[in-house]
């Protein structure tokens, strides 16, 4: 009776255990189903059409938020600089010659560098073909636009990042960003010390957040690309990249060693392949900037119904490629050791330039010059691979395999770079959380390499919305602070405001333009 007794306790027990692990599996679920709810809710939010704009031929324009929030800021920055981009385009290239003088810290062109690392990805690829396949070629043109106004964006909040850095004891040199000079506008405005400050905090997490989800993105690109070049298995490419990428983030200082190696070697290489790509089909070449121009405008999408993709998609390509405003590439200008902070403003905003005008367009250009009828019905990476073979032959399928992997692995490193400064934020100056977000990275980039989940794929989307709503909030008050050093430094005083009855001069990034009176002189930079 006794052993019967102890049995059906035993028995009893293991049903009771079971119940409450189905309950506790029941419960899971969902809570998982609310989660994906809640994050494809903001997403929506933040990456859907908020509003309709009625055009003629029975489209309609779809704006949303991030567009709302991004396109006025830019266009207002550029005005308060006037014309920026254009105007001190000079000064941009003069200022990535500046030195440094802590070897622990980075020099300018080391910090456009790591920014340019992780603008150039893999969305140059993908990203380009996707919005010329749902825009049309004119989407190229509004790519273009965006990257101008968008160059003002950089250029304020990277010499922000510059006015507030601090020293880092972990690494050496300097760190910062929007959760930094965010903090300081608080401090500001409350005139006292804070521990934290709320705004702060959800843009250090929600950039975590991102580029945990960018980590997934990256490896599925890079396998998917790899098994189409070469038909390797996911899974060695996997371990592969994890590995290599582990080596090299788990040292102290080795990301920005090896990204001073490997970003401007793949980018003058990309670069020149598509200069060869463009000579070998010269005679196509006015004909793809009609097009572009003809398709910009919807001359022929007005009355198609189309020019509401063609303006969106532009813009929507140029805006989450060059990362203007989203508040990632100031963690990087922070790092740089400037004797003015708005010469990392200027190299930030040439970051813009680059990752947009150059590498965007020719990413363009190779599948605009190859023959429709070979692309028709295709998307994404088969699309490029396919016009790169038209171009170069099974050469070009490798190429851009290789391309592709290299670009990816650029993000990767770049992305922990920005981490380092959040997380300092969030956790404090300690090893432990510094290895632990490293380590999380990883875990990432491998599940992404084995398997695609689109919920990652759109937290991290999410994640990059956020940062850049929190960003944008406070660049408007502590814009002003970076126009003053632009003003004060030179960079944008005319003749006329100082010119003096006896003579006078202006300064204009290094050049002095002696004046005399009753003369007006205006900006020609």
Known sequence: VLVFKGYYELYWNSICLREMFFQVCENGKRVKVMMVDLIEKIYSFLWGDLVQIPLPGGSTLGIS??????????IYFTVRTRFLPIRLFPDMVRALVEKKKDKNSLSSFQALVVSTATRVGMGNL?????????GGAGAVFWMWVTALIGSSTAFIEATLAQIYKEKDPLYGGYRGGPAYYIHAYVEEKQKKKRNKVVISVLFAISGLICWCGISQVISNSVVSSFKNAFSIPPVYTTVVLVAVAAVIVLRKNATVKILDMIVPVMAVVYFAITILVIVMNIGSIPGVFARIFQ?????RQVAAGGFGAVLMNGVKRGLFSNEAGSGSAPCAAAAA?????????LVQALGVFIDTIVICSCTAMIMLLAPEEKVAGLSGMDLLQTAMEHH????GVVFIAATLFLFSFSTFLGILFYARSNVAYLFGDNWASQTAYKVLALVMLFIGGLAAYTFVWDLGDVGIGLMTVFNIIILYPQGEKALKELQENGYDITFAESARADGGCVMRGNDVLQGTPDIMVTDSL
């Open 337 to 345: 050791e400037c004797d003015q902070p708005v010469k990392a403003g």
């Open 392 to 395: 170069l032959g099974r050469f």
């Open 126 to 134: 993908v990203g380009v073909v996707a919005a010329i396949s749902a």
């Open 65 to 74: 938020l991030l567009i709302i929030l991004l396109i006025p800021t830019g």
């Open 295 to 299: 398709e910009a405008f919807g001359f």
